[in-house]
T-cell receptor
Framework: QQQVKQSPQSLIVQKGGISIINCAYE??????FPWYQQFPGKGPALLIA?????SEKKEGRFTISFNKSAKQFSLHIMDSQPGDSATYFC??????????????FGKGTKLTVNP | ETGVTQTPRHLVMGMTNKKSLKCEQH?????MYWYKQSAKKPLELMFV???????ENNSVPSRFSPECPNSSHLFLHLHTLQPEDSALYLC?????????????FGSGTQLSVL
């Protein structure tokens, strides 16, 4: 059972365009929704995150839109740059019994920004 | 050196070999994680350690054996693996205290099982 569904699997955008990646979740116990960015040969790194008490969070060119009733959230990259070319993972989090983070990831979206 | 360091970066092993993956974090965190990353599949949580105690085992086969001797070091011992175990194995750390803690990942060990 895939708890976080991510689409599209791959995305090609022209420089300056808007990149949009969508995710949907099922478990209403999730209370934290991060996006991770992964470059080839590197581990994922936290890009931006949102909690379900807000509908939007913006950090520079990156914006998360969150729809709690639809159990969906999306990442928007404005003015996409070739340096944004990477794989993006959405995730949803709840706490383990031990009190640590338990992240469930989507399958990832490979973004290519053409110059 | 800062961050999360994993060694080796690449590993090729036969199905009868025994090998170990090492992870070290220099961030002062108390939670450490092993994730498996396979092509076209979500990152899969394998194990979680809090203050050296295992708090999560995500139904991982016993051919994978984790060890956490202290809060800075995490090992994954491998034996009699299968070709389908070939993947990128990622270590991560965080400071537990509530949902929303940032995970810091290492660069991973790319494992190939022949």
């Amino acid at each position: 059972q895939q708890q976080v569904k991510q689409s599209p699997q791959s995305l090609i955008v022209q420089k300056g365009g808007i990149s949009i990646i969508n995710c949907a979740y099922e478990n209403t116990a999730f209370d934290y929704f991060p996006w991770y960015q992964q470059f080839p040969g590197k581990g994922p790194a936290l890009l931006i995150a949102i909690r379900p008490d807000v509908s939007e969070k913006k950090e520079g060119r990156f914006t998360i839109s969150f729809n709690k009733s639809a159990k969906q959230f999306s990442l928007h990259i404005m003015d996409s740059q070739p340096g944004d070319s990477a794989t993006y993972f959405c995730a949803a989090s709840s706490l383990t019994q031990g009190g640590s983070e338990k992240l469930v990831f989507g399958k990832g979206t490979k973004l290519t920004v053409n110059p | 050196e800062t961050g999360v360091t994993q060694t080796p970066r690449h590993l090729v092993m036969g199905m009868t070999n025994k090998k170990s993956l090492k992870c070290e974090q220099h961030l002062g965190h108390n939670a450490m994680y092993w994730y498996k990353q396979s092509a076209k599949k979500p990152l899969e949580l394998m194990f979680v350690y809090n203050f050296k105690e295992q708090t999560e085992n995500n139904s991982v086969p016993s051919r994978f054996s984790p060890e956490c001797p202290n809060s800075s070091h995490l090992f994954l011992h491998l034996h009699t693996l299968q070709p389908e175990d070939s993947a990128l194995y990622l270590c991560a750390s965080s400071q537990p205290g509530g949902a929303g803690e940032k995970l810091f990942f290492g660069s991973g060990t790319q494992l190939s099982v022949l």
